[in-house]
């Protein structure tokens, strides 16, 4: 290690502690330790065992952020792991049988299930239990992995060039002093610096800005998952039984699905997809997903259940028309952080994994040159699966049947539509309330567990350090208790999983409480606020949940 200086940029709003930090030199640093960030590092290794690659993670362990349906196409794990059947994931359960489901409140019928969801071949599996066990693979390569690494800022060359990454201080009180015990976060500096931070990640989001990597792109769209694993009696479940529906609980406007997987050992992981380009102000996604949980077609499967593990995560949907440049210099776009993502599939692990393993080969041959790899990957097998699809989830802006045909003639064509069409940002949907339609909530009574968002954080076991920086950073809170309040009725009490923010009244006046320790992570307020004041910032390494098999 060596002590230098060296130039970063971080948020305007968060004060720099002028000091002499640690540097680590690699060829390559990865930021995020998901399927693509490992999938990438093993890949690289394999090509060339002499490069030196590390991989940091935010979360406290490998797979403890890391939430996903998850049904994956095995096409590309064969590719990177040939022999991994011989010893498969932890949860890894064939696909048997695919239903797809129309709901309405009180019922439902089967529906053919569209050919992007015919599942013949694939696996369910657990991504975060997926990624635990990815990392002692890359390891064995010799890989170096640093979980409680969170990348706070990235490092820049005088001439702009990315450099690598700053790891972010620990011990900083909620005041900005150091407290006892405070240790430096360390620079990290190497050749090329590979972005792995899932949707929406905040290092990406600053750096699509400064390079304007989005500048031929349309802007990138998310939607919420929110998922929950259980255990229910054995007998109530059906190994490889996949079932998807749509309709009820949302209305013909709001973007919305769900997701049962039968897993084995009597395990059912279940999820519920709501699109943040909806328009009412009032929605409210977990709120949804509880509706839909206790549904007659779904209630049984659950009741005298016992609730393991739930959270939240935003997924990025944009697809062909928003994917922004995946390069620049001295760094480079994968995953599901590019936005690679295939919506009508529901499906990123292929992506991500296929994405890494193209970037790793690209840097052998490139020399770790960055330059190139854009057009690679646009030339690839990854992007032609997204465009054959670009039209299909646009399309549902018009309304849930015009959707439907269109996803049908899409599907019918190949995507082979003369025209594509435009995504806008996800928070210019949202209609102010004197303006808005107002669908018709028949919610149910529920009787499932968790009661409310603060219970369902428990499950999510999420963890921050009560005096540290908040790491939701609103840029002027004010707006929050006039404009916003009057205008759309503050939608980040509703549209937040996790119940992060709060309108408290005080001695007849109000105030925004950011209650940061209950964040999941899941990005939503930094995408859907409608003023755009809202920034997630990365908190101390190691905070945030600690998902069990999600």
């Known amino acids: 290690m060596s002590e230098q200086p060296i130039d970063t940029v971080q948020p305007s709003d968060t004060p720099a502690i002028e000091i002499e930090r640690d540097v680590m030199e690699y060829d390559v640093v990865t930021v995020g330790a998901g399927p693509a960030g490992l999938s990438f590092a093993i890949r690289l290794k394999q090509l060339n065992p002499e490069i030196s690659v590390c991989v940091i993670e935010k979360s406290s362990t490998i797979g403890a952020h890391i939430l996903s349906g998850a049904v994956i196409e095995t096409g590309p794990l064969d590719a990177l792991l040939p022999n991994w059947r011989d010893n498969p994931p932890p949860i890894c359960v064939p696909a048997t049988d695919d239903e797809f489901w129309l709901l309405t409140k009180t019922g439902g019928r089967k529906l053919p299930v569209p050919p992007g969801m015919n599942n013949h071949g694939n696996v369910i599996v657990s991504l975060g239990a997926m990624c635990a066990w990815l990392a002692p693979q890359a390891e064995a390569l010799g890989v170096e992995i640093y979980p409680g690494f969170a990348a706070a800022e990235t490092l820049h060359d005088p001439d702009g060039r990315v450099a690598g990454v700053r790891i972010g201080d620990m011990g900083i009180s909620k005041d900005g002093t150091p407290k006892d015990g405070f240790t430096a976060g360390i620079d990290i500096r190497a050749k090329v610096t590979v972005f792995a931070e899932g949707a929406r990640g905040h290092l990406t989001k600053r750096l699509i800005k400064r390079f304007k990597l989005d500048a031929d792109s349309d802007p990138q769209g998310y939607s919420i998952g929110i998922k929950e694993l259980w255990q229910v009696p054995e007998d109530r479940v059906s190994p490889g039984k996949i079932v998807h529906s749509f309709g009820w609980p949302a209305d013909s406007h709001t973007y919305g699905g769900s997701f049962l997987y039968h897993l084995d050992k009597g395990r059912i992981a279940l999820g519920y997809v709501s699109g943040l380009d909806y328009r009412d102000p009032d929605y409210k ?30 997924i990025v949907t944009g697809g062909y028309q928003s994917l922004p440049k995946v390069e620049m210099p001295g760094a480079l776009l994968i995953g599901d952080t590019a936005g690679l993502l295939n919506v009508p599939k529901v499906k990123g692990t292929h992506q991500a994994i296929r994405s890494g393993m193209l970037a790793a080969e690209h840097l052998v041959a490139a020399e770790l040159a960055a330059e190139g790899f854009d057009a690679k990957l646009r030339a690839s097998e990854a992007m032609a699966e997204l465009k054959k699809v670009r039209n299909i989830k646009p399309a549902f802006k018009k309304g849930l049947w015009f959707g439907m ?16 069409l435009k995504n806008k940002p996800d928070w210019s949907s949202l209609q102010k309330l004197g303006e808005a339609e107002k669908p018709k909530r028949d919610y149910l009574d529920r009787t499932l567990a968790p009661r409310d968002r603060l219970a369902s954080v428990y499950f999510a076991a999420t963890e921050h350090d009560e005096d540290q920086p908040v790491h939701l950073k609103v840029a002027d809170t004010n707006i929050c208790i006039t404009q916003c309040a009057e205008e759309y009725g503050n939608p980040c009490t509703r549209f937040c999983p996790a119940g992060v923010y709060e309108i408290v009244e005080e001695e007849g006046s109000k105030r925004l409480q950011i209650n940061s320790a209950n964040c999941v992570h899941c990005k939503t307020c930094d995408i859907k606020d409608p003023y755009e004041i809202i920034n997630w910032v990365t908190p101390e390494g190691g905070a945030g949940p600690n998902y069990q098999n999600l």
């Open 285 to 314: 996604p977990w709120e949804a997903f509880q509706q839909w949980k206790n549904h007659p077609m779904v209630k049984p499967l659950l009741e005298g259940g016992n609730l393991v593990s739930a959270g939240a995560r935003a």
């Open 405 to 420: 045909l269109n996803a049908a003639w899409e599907t019918v064509t190949g995507g082979l539509s003369p025209w594509t």
